[in-house]
């Protein structure tokens, strides 16, 4: 296969993955976002900047989860001259935040394409003051939706993201870690490392390789949901 061959298939491939991932993203055309003919032109140009902003934001917690990585395989570096563990420090918080604002993006997109009524300010899942919550609109508005984001919401996997990591490094501290590295002389060499972050229970670390997992539990929830919004509201069909 010459190299024009392999760019062409890269480029299916690529754009076979991304109509799974997205079926509201259209590659090769002026304007990349399905149009939504139940929204008015207002509503929609409100919900293509959210639907934006999500796809970037997994975006981000791809590109610093693969920072996060490459910080455990560095050789030959000097920590007297470059605090790696203030820099992974960086990362980690950048990482958690980015993954849980997702999820709160996608509540906006929510309250757009199922026209909720609630002020940006307004949207929440479990609802403020005297506001509802997504999780109460959407049992009427998109019952199969609903279903779907409370189950993921309540799941484990969001527990740890939301209230083990993110809450930790945005409201007390930096997140505890341990690593094993090996070394020689007055010059630090990592051959093989291996980063974990701690738990508060002995012996539940989590090493960072993991955290990838987080980012595609991440990115299927947001698919999902985008493919719910690929069909018509109730009403609308």
């Not at 997109?109 to 307004?122: H, K, R, S």
């Not at 919550?133 to 998109?142: D, E, H, I, P, R």
């Not at 945005?170 to 490392?193: D, L, M, N, Q, T």
């Not at 012996?203 to 960072?208: A, I, K, R, S, T």
């Amino acid at each position: 296969m010459n190299s024009e061959e392999q760019s062409e298939k890269g480029r299916r491939r690529e754009a076979g993955n991304g109509s799974q991932r997205d079926p509201l993203y259209v590659l090769h055309v002026e304007w990349p976002f399905k149009k939504l003919p139940w929204l008015e032109e207002q509503e929609q140009n409100n919900w293509e900047v959210f639907h934006r902003t999500a796809r970037s934001k997994i975006e981000a917690a791809a590109h610093f989860w693969a920072l996060i990585i490459g910080m455990t395989k560095l050789q030959h570096v000097d920590l007297s001259m470059f605090n790696a563990d203030t820099a992974l420090n960086w990362y980690l918080d950048v990482f958690f935040y980015e993954l849980v604002s997702t999820f709160d993006v996608l509540l906006q997109e929510m309250n757009v394409v199922y026209e909720c009524g609630l002020a940006a300010e307004e949207v929440s899942w479990e609802g403020m003051k005297d506001k509802q919550g997504m999780t109460v609109l959407l049992q009427t508005k998109a019952p199969e939706l609903h279903k779907l984001v409370a189950g993921e919401y309540g799941g484990e996997v969001f527990r740890d993201i939301r209230r083990c990591w993110r809450n930790i490094a945005a409201h007390r501290h930096h997140i505890s870690k341990v690593s094993c590295a090996s070394g020689w002389g007055g010059e630090f060499i990592r051959e093989e490392s291996t980063v974990e972050l701690m738990r508060n229970e002995p012996g539940d670390n989590l090493d960072v390789s993991k955290l990838r997992d987080y980012v595609n539990f991440v990115a299927d929830l947001a698919s999902k949901v985008w493919h719910e919004f690929d069909k018509a509201p109730a009403g609308e069909k």
